[in-house]
């Protein structure tokens, strides 16, 4: 089963500043299709990124993702308070898609 | 707007079954497939299945072969997860999420916690 480590495992940061968030494959990831979820307390996730560059649809630019082969990055500019929250990233070229255990991003 | 409702908390006992469902809106039901995943307290997301709405076909992950059965009633527009012999690691709150045109999840419904307990 394809594997997916999120580090680091909580960031802290102040708005305004940048975030990276690392996502690391057991096996390489083909086609790229990783995708990025933004997760708050009490509700449920919300795609941000698939195929590892793709915003979806409503997503503000200041979320970026990049990445190939193993090693996947979500990057946030310029942090908003509402940026703070929990971040999954998936794979969806496996038998079966996996998730990986989530970065919280925490205000400092 | 796509919204995707899913039917209220669950308290059932260990060995019972439970009958969770998803009503999506705000676009045609036939034409984006269904997926389940779960999301156990401290631990990550997990996928549990899909139904491709226009024609039934589902895909089950393996951890619930036998368990699991995902239906459609395309006339109520809904979509049905039934989780069988039912145990304590069976609790939490479980998402229906629209596929996103490959295995991704572009829409999620609010949840539905399921608590399973003697």
Known sequence: ELMLTQSPGTLSLSPGEGATLSCRASQSVGNAYIAWYQQKPGQAPRLLIYGASRRATGIPDRFSGSGSGTDFTLTITRLEPEDFAVYFCQQYAGLRCTFGQGTKLEIK | ?118
């Open chain 2, 1 to 118: 707007q796509v919204l995707l409702v899913q039917s209220g908390a669950e308290v059932k006992k260990p060995g019972t079954s439970v009958r969770l469902s998803c009503k999506p809106s705000g676009y045609a039901f036939n034409t984006y497939a269904i997926h389940w995943v779960r999301q156990v307290p401290g631990q990550r997301l997990e996928w549990m299945g899909l139904i491709h709405v226009d024609n039934g076909n589902t895909e089950y992950s393996q951890t619930f072969q036998g368990r699991l059965t995902i239906t459609r009633d395309t006339s109520a527009r809904t979509v049905s997860l039934d989780l069988r012999s039912l145990r304590s690691d069976d609790t939490a709150v479980y998402y229906c999420a629209r596929d996103g045109r490959g295995y991704y999840f572009d829409y999620w419904g609010q949840g539905t916690r399921v608590t399973v307990s003697s």
